[in-house]
Structures are given as structure tokens and as C-alpha cells.
């Protein structure tokens, strides 16, 4: 039975040490001190270590069922729920006005890494409703969210996003359902929607659907779509719940894992709906906060490599098989254990150096987050839109990776489901996939957003690690096994960049061949720029006499793997990006 | 529902264009001109189109149940194995003697890769059968041949291959089954061994299960391993089948994939079982047929990437979402379909061209087995056996990253079960594993077989790569696309093996650090040289006027997106090999 260890150490180092959150401008940070996160982050720790580890496998094995239009969710998942409500949790970052506690996104961050790495299924209800909430929080007149939003913030009731019709995914476009006005300033929804996460379910009084539609008579395209609130009962004037609205769910889906979430086929029959900010402007409402929605996708690449990791590591070190070439390491037994062999620490290097990278960019993105958010920063916020399909695709490309590392580790044992490895693997699949598939988003890095603003935020990026480098060019210890791979890796990045920007011009299918290539490259920059960042901090505190010298010893080992390893990469990535559109749009499409 | 669409033409092309076998002077391969291999594959290719596609979902899903003591196997799988039996696809490749049709081994592994592309869960049923068939034939006394092989040649009896226990995978040296002498020449197998795959199910009237147990006061360790025949059914002298024996499935296991095959706890209990071979020459015995074997995982590998990618063409053919931003293909339409898209068509030439190579690195390897065993050329078998761990480790690697390739093209529809992109995922991962981890694979190539006869073979695989570009020097063609590029790749893997030489005698660590860095190297070098012969041929048939010019023209724009940008992977591992086992090494066991 697999079990989760909060990080809370490097959560710790990361925030205060790197990041240096309590020193931070940002209005809302200087609370973020140790004592305060260290005292949050252990509690959100006991919970997904107590209450969500143990339910993951139960979540897999029983799944969600559908009878008679109710769809039950598997057991013991309620009353973690009511673990998570009754402790504020869901509200941690939702507007006081509302009920919510008013903390900086980035503590969210933090909370919600474990609390997905715990049980990525589970943690989809409460998540898909915060989404929901910020939607409407950003967008609905204060009507609409005086009536909704602190029934959501407690998740008594729950969130969904529906804009995947059968014939329609990225291309909204092509969405057919419609909103017809009612004549009473409300609307009558009808259409279908498909791949519903936590579209029905028995752990909420209500379920506020947030619906995209087209209102008869709009432009075509993704033009005229708008935005509804369709509760699934309709709520009265003094809040009682009322009449049962016109919305069903008509089928589960059968996936490939995240079983304890009910994916939903949601039918909408003139269900009553109330317009969320203006007609035919619903696609921008609905991705208002796709920046924070990504890197919580990205979150939860990271959440299943973590946990994965975790558990294989203890595996390693328990199975006992064969003998470390180099002499024998445990003679009183009758063979070493796994993790002398060197394929086997390779392997957990490429994971542990991964993790804790990846862990620092999603909390750095957070950082830039906060700052566009409750700054204003509007350079914070174009640096982390830049960024935010490398964390989206690039973590979850890597995570489910990892996943898939962890559970090669364990042999045989890794391929039935008891040992949980297994899991880890499915359910991290499919955050590689939705809230945008990983093609999407190198498509959305390379197609829009490297040159938006005049290419201002990758050269903002730029600057960034050459100002490092700068900083700490005296530093030999930090120069040769740091900054000297970070500067070569940086050079190959922007080699690639440049060659899309004399490329596209001409031929776009010449960048776009190399968009996903990009996007790990770019991916690669970022956690060599994280890993010599923390380098330094580990650095700094080891000089300064910091009495944990194991952990950031190992923190220094564990980076210089990461830049000797793994970050030369984007050599590879580059090649591949620079021989452009021949030798991918070689063929025909009727030669496959 | 998936389809699968036999590669007849590719097979043609590999077989005849390519490897020429035809002209060879093995034993056996004059008679395989086109006609008559064509006319064999044409019949094994309908076999997994109409008949073993059909039942892949279906295995899948039903999975194998155990009930008192009796395993079911999913609906039709029953009929689809007579339907293998009746066409005498059992005995392909088995001795005359004993009833098979004595082909030689490449056209076993043709007609198997269609086969196990089109249902591996269920082809595992014949192809352990095959295995355990070898090692009887290798190594039984004539009675014993005589007594089982006929029917297991025709698979009315069906074989396991018993080696793994709870304790001891890899490490067969902790084996704690016992055979006790009984004293009338038979045994005692008492034990239990797991991971059993088809070790109990209701296809066929008896099952052989071929056993590694200890006899007591043998050698300690993998020295004292014997091997017998433990059928479960005892067989009267008349060949009738007599009284069922002490073996007995406990449980079947839940796992990841391949559920149509039954994965069993088998239990022994003063079993009767027959020596083969010698006393305490169990595991050599058991291993004869190890490269075969692990060719045969090897083609599994190849196969599931090949339906994963033959079933995602159709849909990005057929899934109409967005435009073409060089301009709109499909006006007629809603959207364009996906494969006008360049990341989408990255990724089918990923695949194709992965498939294509691998196809020819097997057939490549099949030839050499055939040299070995036919007629006897020792430096065939001394090169397949180096590049064995290459055939299943990389193969099976980049097998499964095809499929999770193939999967992400179908969006959020490749993580429902329905559309079967999901099943080829979880089908593909077992092959990582089973018959020896990958892991094992790179230590056993980097470890063993590297420098095994001096270094000789690898040796003669540089010649080989280097004769090719020799001869083809003149050729400008060739030359800029293929031949350079193949240069650079077997150079990055020259310094890699000099790399091993230095350092390996100082710190063994050093070598294996890099051991699977080096299996994914050699792997590309093999492709490289496949692609550049099949370039070559290519060419030649282009030339001579060849009919299907758009094949040929296929062929080769699809090895120039190989060499283009997959081989350059090479120059990454290099970079990773020689850091050596520094990075790797750097965290003692305790800091993970």
C-alpha cells in the first residue's frame, strides 16, 4: 500500500531559501514567514498523509458508478471531504468577502502539491470547483456571485468547467450547444458535453456547472460563445435549493485511471442558466484564469512523479536482489538491496532531480502569479504566461515519465496493481492531456507566445539568467558544475528562438515541426536556472552554518546531476528544432 | 474499435529489398523467395485482422477469471487458438520430428509481429508454449521429447516457464523451491512460483510447466538450479492423460495490461516432475533460448507501437479540429483534420519511423539467429547475442513510448477505454519488464556481453557500420542524408565503448552508470544503419525501375526524418556516459 511523505523540507527551502517569499513586496507575502507556512504546510501535509494517501488505491479499484442518474463516488471519499471542508481548505485563496481566507496563490501551491500527489483523483473535486469559482469570482455580476460563490468556497457545493462537446476539443469553435434566452434575462441550455470531471457525484448539495454555449444569432466561431452558470438544482431567492434543473448526467466513462473522479457525459436539456459576463465573450471569461488552471495541471505532473518516486524508493531499498559490483553491501542478508545497483540510482537521480526542479519552477511561477495578480506586475505576468505551457506540458510530459521510472523499479511487482505503482503511471497520464493537450500548449509556446509583446517576455527570461550568471561569476564552485551548463543550455534556447524568428516569417510549419522540442527545451532552461538558484541557496546556507548540512549537501548533489545529466538535452532539442519542416512534413498525409 | 492492418508490403521490402534472404546460403532460406513468403504472411496477416484484433478489447476487458481451482479465459479466445492450431501456426519453426514444419526463424518472427501487434495478451498463450517447447527439445532426454513435445508442438498441450518466486526475480540465485529424488527417477517439486503467465486456463487439455528448483544438496546460489517438466496432468505411458498432478494455480493476478492472459500464482506441492538436462544445469538449460526469447519481447515492443500507430493515422485522418495555418485544406468542412497539423505529424513520423527501423532490426537479428542455429556461424550468434539486450531493452523502451505517442494524438479520447488507445499503452508497458528488466538488459549488454570474446563482436558491428559507408561512399545521395549521419552516431558510440574500456577496470560503477544511456545509444546506431540500408534499397528499387514508387519515395523520406532527428539522440547518451558515476553515485542510499 503505497504511502506519501509531505515534503515539507524542501517546501520549506524552496519558499524561504530560494524564493525568499517573506521578503517579497508582493502585497499578502510578508505573512508567508516560516512559522506560518511551516505551520499550514504541515497540517495540508497530515491530510493528504492521513486522510487521501489511504484512498487512492480505494478510489482506483471502486471507482465511480451511475445508477438512476445518481453517480456515486467510491467510499470513504465523502468523509475525506468533510476533512478538507471542515478545515478551510478550499477556501485558502478565495476572496474574504465571500468566506474565503484571502491567501496568496503561491500557499496554494504548496497545499495543493501534496494534496495531489496524495490522490490526484480526489483532489479534482475541490480543485475543478475553485476554478469554477475563480471564473465566476473574475467575470459574474455580484449577484451571481453573492448567490453562488460561498456555497463554493466551502465546497457544500461543487464546481465543473463543460466546454468539450463529442466533435469539438481544442477547436471550440465547432461547439453546438446552444442558449436560447428565456425572456427573463436567464437562458435555456441544450446541448452535450463530454469528458465532465466531477459532473455528478453524492458529495455536494448542488453542482454549479459553468457551461460554454452558443446564443442563437452571434458570430460563428469562437466568437460567439458565452458563458453560463447552470446550477444542477436551481437555487431560490433566500438560497434554499429549489426545483431540480434541467441537466443530467447520461454516462461514465471508462478511462485509463483517475477512476475516483466521475468523468461525465452531462446532458442539458433547457436547463436554466444565467449569463457570466458578456454575450459572446465567454471563451475569454472561461480562460481568464487558465494560467493558474495550467500550472495546477502541471502541479499534478509533479504531485504523481513525487509520490511515485517515494514509494519506489522504499521499494529499492526493502527488495533485496543481487549483489553491488563493487563489493558486497549488506553481508548479513541474503543479497543487497536494489538500490545499490547503479541503473536503479540513476534512475532515482532522474526523478529526485526532477521533483525537486520542478517543484521550484511551479512555485517561481506562483511567485510571478501572485505578483501579476496582486501587484499588478504586468512584467510578472507576461513572464509567467510565456512560461505557462512549459509548466503545463513540459512537467506533465516529464511527470508521467518519472511515474513511469518509478514503476520499472519495482520489476514485475510494479505491473499488478497491488503494489500501486501502476496508478501513479495512469493517473498521471492524463494530466499530459487535458486543460489543453501538451501538443496545444507547445503549439500555444511556440504559435503565440514567444513573440507576444514583441518577444519582451523571452527576452525578459534571457535577462534573468544571464543576470545570474553575472551575479555569480565570481563563484567557482557554482561556475563549473552550475552556471557554466546553465549558459550553454541558455545558448542553445535562444539559437532556437532566433531560428523561429527567422523562420516562421516565412514558413510557419518550419517553427511549429519544432514546438514541442521547444517546449522541453525551454522546460530544460528553467530547471537548470532552478537548480543553480538553489544551488546557491544551499551554498549560502551551508556558509552560513546552517545545521541541516545533509540536506543541502544532497540538495548540491542532486543539482549537479541534473546539470550533468539532464540539462544538456537542449543540445538534442535544438538539433531537432533546427532541421525544420522537411523533415516532418516530408510525407503526404495519405503516406502514413 | 481498433483495427490492425497487416504490413505486407513493408515485410516484402525488409525480407527481400533489404536483407535479400532469399540469396542467403542459411539452411532453409533458398525457399523463401517472395511467393512463398508472401503467401505465408498474407494467411498469419489475415489471422490477426479478422480473427485475433477482434478479441484484443475483448481480453481486455474480461480479463481471465479463477474459480475453484479453473481459470476462464476472455470469450473467443478459445476458438481463435483452434483456429491457430487447425492452420498449424504452432509448429512453424518446430523440428519435422516432432510434427512442426521446421521454417526457419525469421519467418516465425514476420508472421509473430503481425500476431502479437493484433493481441498480445493472447498470442503469449502459443509463445510461451514455443519457448518452453525449446527447452525440452534443447535438452530433454528422447523419451521425454517423444512424450510431450509432440503436443506441444500443436499446442493441444500449452508450456510456462516457471522461474520467479515472491523473494527472487532477477536474482535466481535465492530460489527456494525444492525437488526431491523420489527415487524412481522423477521428483518432488514442491514451491511457489509467481508471475506465471498462462500457467492455468481452459484452452488446452494439458499444461506443461517447465520448473527452476533446487535439489537438495546441490550448490548454493544459481549453481544448484535444476529444470524439469512438471505437466498438470500426469501422462500414461499409452500418451493418455492420467492423473492430475500437485500443481495448482492459488490466484490470479490484477494487473496494469495483457489481461487476457492469466498471470498465475502456481503452487507446487510434491509435484511430479522429469529432470531436463543435467543436475544443477538448470539455468543454462532454461536460457538456451534466451536471445530468441527476448527477440520475441523485442517484437512485442515493435507491435504494440505499430497497431498504437496505425490506429491514431486513421484517427488524426478522420478527427477534424482547427486549420492548417498554411492555409485550409478540408473548405468543405467544419476544420481540417489533425494531421495537417505539424506537432501531430511529428509525432506519426516518430512513430513510422521508429516502427519501420525496429521492424528491420529484428528481421536483421532474426537472420543472424538462423546463421547461428542453421549453419552453425559462430560470429552471428556472438553478434546477436551482443545486440540481444539492445532488440528487447530498446525496442521495448521506445515500443511503449510510441504507444503513449499514439494515445496523446486521440486528446482526451485516448484516455477512455473505448477508442483502445489506453489497452495498447498498458499492453506495451509488461514487455519493459518481463524476461529480464530493461535495467538487466543494459547491465547484462554493458556488463557482460560488451567486452565478452575480447570485444570481438561489438567489434565486427563497427566493421559492419563502417563497410556499409565504405562501399556506399560515391553515393551522393546517400551520402548527405544517411551516411553522415550514421558516422557521426557510430562515432558518438565508439567513444562511448572506449569511454567503458578505461573505466571500467578502475570503477565498474563508472561503465554501469551509463548502462542504459548505452542500450538507447547502440539501439540508435542499429536504426541508423537499418534506415541506411533500407535507403540503400530503396534506391536501387527506385533505379531499376520498381512499380511502387511512391513506397519507395515513402521509405525514404521517412528514414531521412529518422537520421534527421532520432539519431542525433546519440551525441546526448555520449554526454551522459561519460560523466561516469559521479553524478549518479554522488547520494549515499540514505539521501534519497
Not at 473574475?138 to 448567490?147: C, F, N, T
Amino acid at each position: 500500500m503505497p504511502t506519501y511523505t509531505p515534503p515539507l523540507k524542501d517546501l520549506d527551502f524552496v519558499l524561504h531559501d530560494v524564493l525568499r517569499v517573506h521578503e517579497s513586496d508582493t502585497p499578502g507575502y510578508a505573512d508567508l514567514d516560516r512559522d506560518f507556512t511551516g505551520a499550514i504546510l504541515d497540517e495540508a501535509g497530515k491530510i493528504a498523509r492521513d486522510v487521501l494517501i489511504p484512498l487512492n488505491a480505494v478510489g482506483d479499484k471502486e471507482g465511480c458508478t451511475l445508477e438512476n442518474g445518481v453517480v456515486r463516488t467510491p467510499t470513504g471519499f465523502k468523509e475525506a471531504f468533510d476533512v478538507i471542508r471542515e478545515g478551510g481548505w478550499t477556501g485558502l485563496g478565495a476572496d474574504p468577502e465571500y468566506g474565503g481566507q484571502g491567501m496568496p496563490y503561491i500557499l496554494g501551491t504548496a497545499v495543493g502539491e501534496m494534496h495531489v500527489s496524495a490522490n490526484l483523483a480526489f483532489n479534482m473535486y475541490p480543485g475543478l470547483t475553485n476554478g469554477a469559482y475563480e471564473a465566476i469570482h473574475a467575470h459574474a455580476s455580484d449577484e451571481l456571485k453573492a448567490k453562488f460563490l460561498p456555497k463554493m468556497v466551502t465546497c457544500e457545493w461543487t464546481g465543473t468547467m463543460n466546454l468539450t462537446e463529442p466533435h469539438c476539443g481544442t477547436d471550440l469553435g465547432l461547439m453546438r450547444s446552444k442558449a436560447e434566452p428565456a425572456g427573463d434575462g436567464s437562458y435555456k441550455i441544450t446541448g452535450q458535453k463530454i469528458f465532465i470531471s466531477a459532473g455528478e457525484h453524492d458529495m455536494a448539495d448542488n453542482i454549479i456547472h459553468l457551461v460554454l454555449a452558443k446564443i442563437p444569432g452571434g458570430p460563428d466561431g469562437v466568437k460567439g460563445i458565452s458563458l453560463f452558470i447552470v446550477p444542477k438544482f436551481l437555487v431560490n431567492e433566500d438560497g434554499a435549493l429549489g426545483a431540480r434543473n434541467g441537466v443530467a448526467c447520461g454516462m461514465l466513462e471508462e478511462k485509463m485511471g483517475i477512476h475516483g473522479n466521475s468523468t461525465c457525459v452531462m446532458n442539458y436539456d433547457e436547463a436554466e442558466g444565467y449569463l457570466v459576463g458578456e454575450e459572446h465573450k465567454g471563451l475569454r471569461a472561461m480562460f481568464t484564469m487558465m494560467n493558474a488552471a495550467r500550472l495546477g495541471v502541471g502541479l499534478q505532473g509533479l504531485g504523481q512523479a513525487s509520490v511515485a518516486y517515494q514509494n519506489a524508493v522504499e521499494y529499492t531499498r526493502e527488495r533485496l536482489q543481487g549483489r553491488d559490483v563493487t563489493g558486497v553491501k549488506n553481508p548479513d542478508g541474503p543479497a543487497d538491496p536494489l538500490i545499490v545497483h547503479p541503473d536503479v540510482r540513476r534512475s532515482l537521480m532522474d526523478q529526485k532531480s526532477f521533483i525537486e526542479g520542478a517543484r521550484a519552477f511551479i512555485l517561481w511561477g506562483s511567485t510571478l502569479l501572485d505578483a501579476g495578480d496582486l501587484a499588478g506586475d504586468k512584467d510578472a505576468e507576461g513572464l509567467v504566461s510565456l512560461m505557462t505551457p512549459v509548466i503545463k506540458g513540459f512537467l506533465t510530459d516529464k511527470g508521467f515519465d518519472m511515474t513511469v521510472q518509478a514503476q520499472q523499479l519495482y520489476g514485475g511487482h510494479g505491473y499488478i496493481e497491488e503494489t500501486g505503482a501502476s496508478q501513479f503511471v495512469r493517473d498521471a497520464r492524463i494530466a499530459m492531456i487535458y486543460e489543453g493537450a501538451n501538443g496545444v500548449q507547445a503549439l500555444d509556446l511556440v504559435g503565440r507566445k514567444l513573440a507576444s509583446d514583441g518577444g519582451k517576455h523571452i527576452m525578459a527570461f534571457f535577462e534573468i539568467v544571464k543576470n545570474f550568471i553575472k551575479d555569480n561569476d565570481g563563484d567557482e564552485a557554482l561556475k563549473t558544475d552550475f552556471l557554466t551548463p546553465l549558459k550553454a543550455a541558455s545558448k542553445d534556447m535562444q539559437a532556437a528562438a532566433m531560428y523561429f524568428m527567422a523562420e516562421a516569417p516565412k514558413n510557419p510549419n518550419a517553427a511549429l515541426s519544432g514546438s514541442s522540442d521547444f517546449m522541453h527545451l525551454f522546460g530544460h532552461v528553467v530547471l537548470g536556472l532552478m537548480w543553480a538558484r538553489m544551488a546557491k541557496a544551499a551554498q549560502d546556507a551551508l556558509a552560513n552554518g546552517a545545521s541541516d548540512v545533509a540536506f543541502y549537501e544532497t540538495k548540491l548533489a542532486t543539482g549537479r546531476y541534473y546539470m550533468a545529466r539532464s540539462l544538456p538535452e537542449t543540445a538534442l532539442r535544438l538539433a531537432r528544432i533546427t532541421t525544420g519542416a522537411d523533415p516532418v512534413m516530408g510525407l503526404a498525409a495519405e503516406a502514413f
